[in-house]
T-cell receptor, first 112, second 117 residues
């Protein structure tokens, strides 16, 4: 079945550690996105990529990094510079901008 | 600046009641898109509908209907004869067709709907 796969489902980070969240899609979508969701809040855009080898910062990019070396993959690294990383992270993809975005099941990141 | 407001933080209804979720948006673009997503307790977001700014026709899909009114910048969502499975957080979102952030979704904070048997 076509879809978006995020892994792991739960992730724990130690102080000073970088962690990488995986996002893979087999929908042949050009655009991919990373969002952060905090309790009782809407989603906020971290990074997005409209095409391979290109990505742009969203509203809250500080402390995060991404790469887009393959169309199917858009991993997100939460660096030690992100002082409040505990949140629910959602990856999405769409055929192109302004098309409906399809979401993965999310990764819940916590601090040890 | 663009903004989406969902004034209802939580709504609780009894099964079979009708319920309307409000969404008010702000944008300076004349071409934009509006979306509704459902987030069940499992966490993933499920796409429900997309409307463009030139299409003000109301839409009905089964028990779901949407009322888009540009005059009041609103895109409200009604569930008829609600069911327990409708319990979820519902998000309204806006994307603009032009400008530096074209295509990016601006989300409201969501409305948590609880449908009790």
């Amino acid at each position: 079945d076509g879809g978006i796969t995020q892994s792991p489902k739960y992730l724990f980070r130690k102080e000073g550690q970088n962690v990488t969240l995986s996002c893979e899609q087999n929908l042949n979508h050009d655009a991919m996105y990373w969002y952060r969701q905090d309790p009782g809040q809407g989603l906020r855009l971290i990074y997005y990529s409209q095409i391979v080898n290109d990505f742009q910062k969203g509203d809250i990019a500080e402390g995060y990094s991404v790469s887009r070396e393959k169309k199917e993959s858009f991993p997100l690294t939460v660096t030690s510079a992100q002082k409040n990383p505990t949140a629910f992270y959602l990856c999405a993809s769409s055929r192109s901008y302004n098309q409906p975005q399809h979401f993965g099941d999310g990764t819940r990141l916590s601090i040890l | 600046a663009q903004k989406v407001t969902q004034a209802q933080t939580e709504i609780s209804v009894v099964e079979k009641e009708d319920v309307t979720l409000d969404c008010v948006y702000e944008t300076r673009d004349t071409t934009y898109y509006l979306f509704w997503y459902k987030q069940p307790p499992s966490g993933e977001l499920v796409f429900l509908i997309r409307r463009n700014s030139f299409d003000e026709q109301n839409e009905i899909s089964g028990r779901y209907s949407w009322n888009f009114q540009k005059s009041t910048s609103s895109f409200n969502f009604t569930i008829t004869a609600s069911q327990v499975v409708d319990s979820a957080v519902y998000f309204c979102a806006l994307s603009e067709a032009y400008g530096g952030s074209q295509g990016n979704l601006i989300f409201g904070k969501g409305t948590k709907l609880s449908v009790k048997p």
